[in-house]
């Protein structure tokens, strides 16, 4: 997602309505253009040479400031990260060009960090991507709550809460066995409850595919008091690059970098 437009939200009454009304992520033509697009750009992440880009959009620098904060704390030589709903891993390739910041604040050289980057995906999609990674230095598992490890040093949330009923469980489930957790482009309104839609995908970014699913815009009140009870904020930050339509307004997607207190 980069801007959301009032045509793609079709607004409903509940969750579950959404889900009956959406096409959702195991469409079968989602998943072949998914890995189509998947297949063909594995040569060129692999070939890359990991060059810094010179201008850093706010996504990748929400990324960079929360990955660099838990690495100048951590005295650890493997760091093992839980990217949920991370789609074909492409923020490990980002942290890969940054990853010596946060490791020079603390002494430690880039080179001796081993990373274990878990990407966790729908069934389908993390089976296909699995088999057509090649060397690419991911894994793609099920995203079963079963299947995360006992213990995390990063877990990363991008543009996924939205996009499941039980994302509060979700996030619980994490702080369990996480020290640090970056939520990313989460679409906050003022307004008192959530709202849910059926998000229509009208774009060709996911191929050919005319894929729909349900989307909730959470409540800011809601979702802030929800946060709070747990967790420190230890920065939020506000991505005007990336919005949504809500009663006929573009609101800035948000972060929060959270450390469990």
């Avoid at 009032?6 to 959406?22: R, T």
């Avoid at 009208?202 to 909730?216: L, V």
Wanted: aromatic share 12%; glycine share 6%.
């Amino acid at each position: 997602m980069s801007i959301l437009f009032e045509e793609e939200l079709e607004p409903v009454n509940s969750w579950a309505s959404a889900v009956d009304k959406s096409k959702g992520y195991q469409a079968s033509e989602l998943v072949r253009d998914l890995t189509q697009q998947f297949q063909n750009s594995i040569n060129s992440r692999l070939a890359s040479k990991g060059d810094k880009p010179t201008n850093l959009s706010t996504r990748r620098a929400h990324l960079i400031a929360g990955w660099s904060h838990m690495l100048a704390r951590s005295i650890k030589k493997e760091i093992t990260v839980a990217d949920i709903g991370g789609g074909n891993g492409y923020m490990r390739d980002w942290v890969a060009q940054h990853q010596g910041v946060g490791a020079e604040l603390n002494g430690q050289m880039s080179t001796e960090l081993r990373i274990i980057w878990n990407v966790y995906e729908s069934k389908e999609i993390s089976a296909a991507y699995q088999l057509h990674k090649g060397n690419l230095p991911i894994d793609f598992i099920e995203n079963v709550r079963t299947n995360y490890p006992k213990e995390i040093d990063f877990s990363l949330l991008s543009c996924f809460i939205q996009y499941v009923d039980d994302w509060d469980e979700v996030i619980k489930s994490l702080y369990e066995k996480s020290k640090y957790l970056l939520l990313m482009r989460v679409p906050l309104i003022p307004s008192k409850r959530h709202r849910e839609f059926v998000q229509h995908l009208h774009s060709d970014s996911y191929g050919k595919s005319k894929a729909s699913w349900p989307i909730r815009l959470f409540s800011e009140k809601k979702f802030m008091e929800y946060i709070s009870e747990d967790f420190q904020i230890i920065f939020s930050g506000v991505d005007y690059e990336e919005t949504f339509p809500f009663e006929g307004i573009q609101y800035p997607m948000r972060t929060f970098f959270l450390k469990i207190k």
